[in-house]
């Protein structure tokens, strides 16, 4: 639903904002106490609050003095820190005796990051330990279940059926404590499938076969794509995984079976619930992948000389405020790509269908995006205490404003009838799951990008959502929409 604060000062605002409140009126208490002046002394009383109040609620730029004061702050240090832009040492950074390569930084927003290896099956399961977040993540590319080709009751099962994975995740005595969904959507050759029947077809075929499926072709050529999609989890890095790593050899080599672990119990519940896994990603295939979110003109299959180093792009820009520039070495042409990273502000708030992020995911041709979901999971008894707490909070505001004789707001009834829903949902057996949302769309000018930005808003209007987009923060935001689990306070 809506994140929309319940009170002017109190619940759900954040620490921060009730002390730029509390220092404005101490403001104006101190004035009417210590100035002399009387005009002055007015003034004081009564602007000091008037100031902390305009800077936590009046509108600015649609957010808030507030909100905007440590997003411009930051990106102004930025700036002056010459780290907004980005190249990467790839080229000299060289190789060891041993035949190992040298580690280069990584670009803006990402952090310090180690890669591990570790045996998953028949292949090999790249795991990456983020020391800045304290997390270890590694992800796999899975096939969509086809939601849309299935009936109303096969939707519903499915539906249950993930449920069960969250449950068992959430509930269960492992380490992984969050999971990510990326969908994402290239452009591809719609006369493939032309050159493919040209290639292997049967010349001596009737003329009326060669004909209505040649008329089929142009009916299915004008647009084509590619949908791939991957699920990333994370494990944060706590005491108890450090002693658990202790019984597989500790450090790194302790962490990375312990992930192999929890990734083969996860491979068991997605099958179960009808999702099938194509593969794990190898170190070359999470690069490319990487890779190939700063550059989409690079194949994500083409692993064959990708290695960790080469997942960063050659060159990354964050200087603009609306969008972030990156340019890799192989790029067809010398402009970069421009890319833009909004977060979904609003999830819907009316019941909506199992398929309703289609309008978003499939019915958006020609615009080239990333969707990332972040679950946050949590045991079924905390969550059920957290929406006691919330219950009880939203009855004592209700009780609260029919003694003030307030117009109820009907806001208000529907979060309440959502609070009662996740109720009976937790008391079944449910798992607790905080998520956000973010959308990288990709272009190749800023022209474009403003046109497809656009068309994307329109979407996401249609599977109603919400979008606001990350403007002088692009650097960070697009880091969300990699297959890193990040984006989501805990």
Not at 360 to 385: C, F, N, Q
Request: net charge neutral; aromatic share 6%; charged share 25%.
């Amino acid at each position: 639903g809506k994140a929309r604060p319940s009170a002017i000062v109190g619940r759900n605002r954040e620490n921060g904002e009730i002390l730029v409140i509390i220092v404005g009126c101490a403001i104006g208490m101190l004035s009417g106490l210590f100035i002399p002046w009387l005009p002055l002394r007015v003034l004081g009383l009564v602007g000091g609050p008037l100031l902390g109040f305009a800077i936590v609620f009046m509108p600015y730029r649609k957010r808030t003095i507030y909100k905007w004061f440590e997003i411009d702050r930051s990106y102004r240090k930025l700036l002056r820190s010459g780290q907004a832009r980005y190249r990467s040492g790839a080229m000299e950074a060289g190789t060891r005796l041993d035949g190992t390569e040298v580690d280069i930084g990584p670009p803006p927003g990402i952090g310090r990051i180690r890669w591990l290896t570790a045996s998953f099956g028949m292949e090999e399961l790249a795991i990456l330990l983020h020391q800045d977040r304290r997390t270890i993540t590694c992800a796999l590319e899975i096939e969509g279940p086809g939601v849309g080709l299935r009936d109303s009751e096969d939707q519903e099962a499915l539906v249950e059926r993930f449920g069960n994975l969250l449950q068992h995740i959430a509930n269960g005595d492992g380490f992984v404590t969050r999971l990510q969904m990326i969908a994402r959507t290239l452009p591809a050759d719609p006369y493939a499938h032309v050159k493919d029947v040209e290639r292997r077809g049967d010349p001596d075929a009737p003329q009326w076969i060669k004909d209505s499926y040649d008329q089929l072709q142009r009916m299915v050529s004008t647009s084509s794509e590619q949908h791939r999609n991957f699920l990333v989890a994370c494990m944060p890095y706590t005491r108890d995984l450090a002693a658990e790593a202790m019984h597989y050899g500790g450090g790194d080599v302790g962490l990375a079976a312990i992930m192999a672990r929890e990734m083969s119990d996860i491979c068991a519940r997605l099958a179960e619930a009808d999702i099938k896994v194509r593969h794990p990603m190898s170190p070359a295939r999470l690069a490319s992948l990487i890779h190939s979110m700063y550059d989409p003109s690079h194949p994500i299959d083409a692993i064959q000389t990708m290695t960790r180093r080469n997942a960063w792009p050659a060159e990354l820009d964050a200087t603009h405020p609306q969008y972030l520039r990156s340019k890799t070495r192989e790029s067809e042409t010398r402009e970069p790509w421009c890319h833009a990273t909004a977060w979904i502000k609003e999830w819907p708030l009316t019941p909506v269908g199992v398929n309703f992020l289609a309008p978003l995911l499939v019915h958006t041709p020609d615009v080239i995006r990333t969707v990332a979901v972040t679950m946050d999971l949590e045991p079924t008894d905390v969550a059920i205490e957290r929406m006691l707490t919330e219950k009880v909070n939203e009855q004592a505001e209700q009780a609260r404003a029919a003694k003030l004789n307030r117009v109820a707001d009907p806001r208000d009834f529907a979060h309440a009838h959502r609070v009662d829903q996740r109720g009976e949902d937790l008391a079944s057996g449910a798992a607790g799951v905080n998520l956000v949302g973010y959308i990288t769309v990709s272009s190749r000018d800023p022209e474009l990008l403003a046109r497809d930005k656009r068309t994307i808003r329109a979407a996401a209007g249609k599977s109603f959502l919400k979008l606001e987009w990350c403007d002088r923060e692009h650097h960070r935001a697009f880091v969300n929409t990699l297959p890193f689990a990040t984006g989501i306070r805990r």
